[in-house]
């Protein structure tokens, strides 16, 4: 089992910045490749970044390319993902998830392939 908590949501203007942790306990970290997913009432889950288990290796969906960076500390058992010139459309719940890959490098972007997740922390962004 892994657990994970999730911090540093909140309000903030458009323009703004947050940064998110994700906070993982349980079972070795680095054999997990994370992800971070947000959802609105009424839409599906959406994936927002992903970060390969070695952390070389980075994925984003492309409305948050080139504001949204996501980083992880293994020593630290912890992954950031660091918001910035936030929109009201990334108002949402954020979640963190655990995916068990094999490879260093590999992202998956699927909810599916992610088998443990995080209670979720609102980020709301005001215009």
């Known amino acids: 089992q892994v657990q994970l908590v999730e911090s540093g949501g909140g309000l903030v203007r458009a323009g703004g910045s947050l940064r998110l942790s994700c906070a993982a306990s349980?079972?070795?970290?680095?054999?997990?490749?994370m992800g971070w997913f947000r959802q609105t009432p009424g839409k599906e889950r959406e994936f927002v970044a992903g970060?390969?288990?070695?952390?070389?290796?980075?994925y984003y969906e492309d409305s948050v390319k080139g504001r949204f960076t996501v980083s992880r500390d293994n020593a630290k058992n912890t992954v950031y993902l660091q918001m910035s010139s936030l929109r009201p459309e990334d108002t949402a719940v954020y979640s963190c998830?655990?995916?068990?890959?094999?490879?260093?490098?590999?992202?998956?972007?699927?909810?599916?392939?992610?088998?443990?997740w995080g209670q979720g922390t609102q980020v709301t962004v005001s215009s």
């Open positions: 970060i390969g288990r070695s952390g070389s290796s980075t």
């Open positions: 349980g079972r070795t970290f680095s054999n997990y490749a």
């Open positions: 998830a655990a995916a068990p890959i094999g490879s260093y490098h590999y992202t998956p972007r699927g909810a599916t392939m992610y088998d443990y």
